[in-house]
């Protein structure tokens, strides 16, 4: 079934929406089909009626046909429900990291309520329209105070413009966990696919609210440690995320020396094992690169300016502190909605490692996708596992 969306879809009038309950919510559901099965639909289908969702989101590989999927998906489970989803780098289903696949995540509407938001042009940058379409569509979806409430973002990566659009989110509705993942089309980085109830939205950006009975924590984990050593920006194409010049000398050729590698041989490994870092407040937030370019400078995976002081990592063990940071949490999480840099499950593979991270995924029932850039905390990084965790509330 099609339809025309409106500009944002509040979930339901505000005199049906539902109030605070006493009883255990029902959790929310996460499901891993293969995109061979010939029966994906119906699979997808047997495990989200009888939540009578929301919400349902679907992360898969390209090959899967996700608009298809989910309009099929959408006309059997009726106009209460959104289905909204985008294109992945790699899945992560109940048992972890897994490839091939579609992952649907599933939100009762008996415990969730949700709203859509669609950012249009991110190409052109609108921040003025963005701000303005934010606050209306916050302000109609009038959150309860006593319920929790979250953003998740599904932005472009094509667009290149994720820093701009999580510092508007985090401008125009302050005080907001926001989480979320760049859209990503394998490992080819040609154009993502994003989808609202199987109609594409090239170009935009996917924006939710979500309310729910269940408590609800900010997660996020990266695997590296600072070096002594600094280098700063001299030169770079702001617009397509290049660094040109490191110190004045030609970005490549300093990354090189800086990590004591052979230029002719760098990969991606040696990317993901020495990422650069640059500092904001008491953090550092990997700025992942890409690719060295023929010119020689470095093609990166977030925005950068000259002027930019930037630190060189180094990975540790890319597992350590993340069973650590879940236990932190103040109950254990019914779900974690998790996004995942692509460039952190190729290294956990090449160390032979990323079967010990999907038990953990497993262990803390994570369920998301492998992006190509994370964003949280009013911030767009790389290299990192963000997430929201949602937890049962808590009793008195």
Known sequence: MNRVLPEHWPGFAPHARRKPVKAAPAPPVAISVAIDAPDLVECVLAAMQPLEPALVLLFGDPAAGLGQVGAELNGALGEKCRVIGCS????????????????????????????????????????????????????????????????????????????????TLDAAIPGLPVVGGSAAQGMCFDPSCQMIDGQSHAGAAIFL???????????????????????????????????????AEPAAEEYARLTGLELAKLTTTDFARH??????????????????????????????EAGNILTLGHAVDMTRGYAEAMDALPRPPVMVLGFDCILRRLALERAGM??????????????????????????????TFVGIAMMLPEIG
Do not use: K
């Open 88 to 167: 992945s780098a790699g899945e992560i289903g109940p048992d972890g990291y897994c490839t091939d696949s579609v992952i649907a995540l599933g939100f009762p509407a008996s415990s969730f309520r949700v709203g859509t938001c669609l950012l249009r042009d991110q190409a052109h940058v609108p921040v003025s329209d963005w701000m303005g379409t934010l606050r209306r569509f916050h302000a109609d979806f009038r959150p309860i105070p006593s319920r929790s409430c979250f953003g998740v973002l599904l932005a472009d990566a094509q667009a290149r413009q994720e820093d701009v659009l999580v510092a």
């Open 209 to 247: 609210l979500v309310e729910t009975d269940f408590s609800v924590a900010e997660v996020s984990f990266a695997h590296f440690r600072p070096s002594e050593h600094r280098a700063v920006v001299t030169a770079a194409d702001s617009q397509n995320r290049i660094i040109w010049e490191l110190n």
């Open 275 to 304: 990422p650069l870092l640059q500092r904001t407040g008491r953090r550092h937030h990997v700025r992942a690169i890409r690719a060295v370019t023929p010119d020689g400078g470095l093609q990166l995976l977030c925005g950068i």
């Open 354 to 383: 990323a079967g010990q991270m999907s038990e953990l995924f497993a262990r803390y029932h994570v369920a998301g996708f492998n992006t190509y850039g994370e964003q949280h905390s009013g911030m767009h990084v790389n290299q």
